[in-house]
């Protein structure tokens, strides 16, 4: 039966959440057992900086494009989305639909010219042919910024889950909840390098997709597999009505959220090509063909998830309510979870709390993978990047770096817990949408210049990833995203100027614009003779590592 927007949902799951603690409490032990068995095996197998950074390099296409779909199927993909599309209808699927288009241009741009000129990061790439320290300084910068804005949507995404799961209130809880996320990723990362983080990714994805799976077909059974008729019974109990199935709800009622459209639009179809964490994946497969073959498998594992994700937002409009779901999450991020409980037979039930432990603890993995390949990606490029190359000069061993990279993780991750403890409020979509302008803005414009364009120098690189990171970064801390708003981070202070919530339509030209400007006003030539070695090692594969 479908309930009401009334529905006391939040004091259920509170009271379904306590009873069945142990059960839950269980889920998540076993998971995390499990994961942390995988991490140990890895580590021991783990001797070399190339098995820390690229897993060996002996992964298939097939296990790296379901590590790849772990890394990308993030909170945000299942908490967020379900959750905007819940309490936006037709505007809120517009995350999907950013986040599966953006595959193409990865595909087609970025992922076998990256697997055949890079080593273990995109710096790799940059640097090929311009002067080292000032490329690389700038790239690893770029790179831990991106990754700590990713990190902050999956950490905001686990304290919301585990204190809504354990029937508990209160933001003393909810840190408590990140910070014990923030010291599962670093045991990860230090102890399992890239071998353990992709075997998690790769058992993680294929718990989300038969979960999802799962709920999908749960939800389609109440409504007699009729699309149709889920659909009309989301309208209704949205309270928008004919509104809720049709653009401009969330993006449409002013000129300024249309821009905002445009902005998260571009900013999540060119941000999948410029994120660190995805673009390393590139590297722990053997040849360009298995790197081609592994982000066709991901498109494909991606694209059936998303529209999964349809069902989910539309089922818990329908079955849990737009009010129930904020009473819980006003950013609506537990509006899958909530799901799971009203498909397993409602507050109190056995069945319930049996789904909502199952699909909680699914979600839990899914964080707890993402996060893991975040902190690799930014440890990895502060060790080989910073510290390798641009402090020791290149005259670090193997021993050392790797050892940086550990140690790079722990600080990384206590910077990721500290600002997750202030962000509790936002949508983890809306977050992880930031994290793909900065991406955008910053490193996809000199990764694109660098392959394919002759006459690009030192000086451009620079010049792009700088004006790309300060604009979009500085653009952010002065939106509604940050203050001025209910669910702004500072939601009592106001001090936004910026109208729009996502600065991709304004910080992504500027990375490009400051590449060409940097390239025409250097005085020193491009290095002709590398350009066409890395056209060659790019297209050929010849020379790759």
Do not use: C
């Not at 709800?249 to 000129?255: E, H, I, Q, V």
């Not at 900065?438 to 620079?462: C, D, E, I, M, Q």
């Not at 600065?503 to 006003?521: N, Q």
């Amino acid at each position: 039966m479908t309930q009401s927007a009334d529905f006391p949902l939040a004091a259920g799951l509170a009271a379904s959440a306590s009873e069945h603690r142990v059960l839950t409490l269980t889920l998540f032990g076993l998971f995390v057992g499990a994961t942390l068995a995988i991490t140990i095996w890895a580590g021991r197998q783990t001797r070399s900086a190339s098995d820390f950074y690229a897993g060996g390099r002996g992964f298939t296409g097939f296990q790296n494009g379901l590590a790849i779909s772990g890394d990308y199927m993030s909170a945000a993909s299942f908490l967020g989305i379900a959750g905007a599309i819940a309490l936006s209808g037709y505007d809120g699927f517009l995350y999907s639909i950013g986040f599966l288009v953006a595959w193409l241009v990865a595909l087609l741009l970025v992922a076998e010219p990256l697997r055949n000129s890079g080593r273990y990061t995109m710096a790799d790439v940059l640097a090929f042919r311009m002067r080292q320290r000032p490329v690389r300084t700038a790239a690893g910068i770029s790179t831990i910024v991106v990754s700590i804005f990713y990190l902050l949507a999956q950490m905001v995404g686990a304290g919301s889950l585990v204190a809504l799961l354990l029937g508990v209130s209160g933001d003393r809880a909810k840190q408590g909840t990140i910070v014990a996320v923030g010291a599962l990723m670093v045991i990860y990362v230090v102890i399992g390098g890239m071998k353990g983080t992709t075997w998690v990714q790769i058992v993680k994805a294929v718990l989300l997709i038969a979960g999802t799976g799962l709920m999908t077909v749960l939800v389609l059974a109440k409504y007699h597999f009729n699309p149709s008729e889920l659909l009309g019974a989301a309208a209704d109990a949205s309270g928008k009505g004919a509104a809720f199935l049709e653009p401009g709800l969330k993006y449409g009622a002013s000129g300024t959220s249309k821009l905002d459209f445009l902005s998260l639009g571009i900013a999540l179809v060119l941000g999948t090509a410029g994120l660190p964490h995805i673009l390393v994946r590139f590297y722990t497969v053997p040849t360009a063909k298995a790197a081609r073959k592994s982000v066709l498998w991901a498109i494909g594992i991606i694209g059936g998830f998303y529209l999964m994700t349809l069902a989910l937002g539309f089922g818990a409009a329908a079955l849990v309510g737009p009010k129930a779901i904020k009473d819980v999450s006003p950013s609506g991020n537990t509006a899958a979870p909530q799901l799971a409980e009203v498909l397993g037979g409602g507050a109190g039930s056995t069945g319930g709390a049996i789904l909502l432990a199952v699909i909680s603890a699914v979600a839990f993995a899914t964080i707890l993978a993402v996060v893991a390949g975040l902190t690799l990606a930014s440890s990895a490029s502060f060790a080989h990047d910073l510290y390798a190359n641009v402090i020791r000069r290149g005259r670090a061993t193997e021993k050392e770096e790797v050892l940086s990279a550990k140690w790079a993780a722990v600080a990384i991750g206590a910077v990721a817990i500290v600002l997750s403890l202030f962000a509790g409020k936002l949508n983890t979509a809306a977050l992880v949408a930031l994290a793909f302008a900065v991406a955008a803005s910053a490193n996809l414009p000199t990764l694109l210049y660098s392959l394919f364009w002759k006459r690009f120098t030192t000086a451009g690189a620079v010049s792009s990833v700088y004006a790309g990171l300060i604009t979009s970064v500085t653009l952010v801390f002065f939106s509604p995203v940050v203050s001025g708003g209910k669910n702004a981070l500072f939601p009592h202070s106001d001090f936004h100027w910026f109208p729009l919530e996502n600065p991709g339509l304004v910080s992504i030209p500027v990375g490009f614009l400051a590449g060409w400007i940097g390239t025409l006003l250097s005085r020193e030539p491009a290095d002709g003779e590398k350009y066409a070695e890395l056209e060659v090692r790019s297209l050929t594969g010849l020379g790759a590592h």
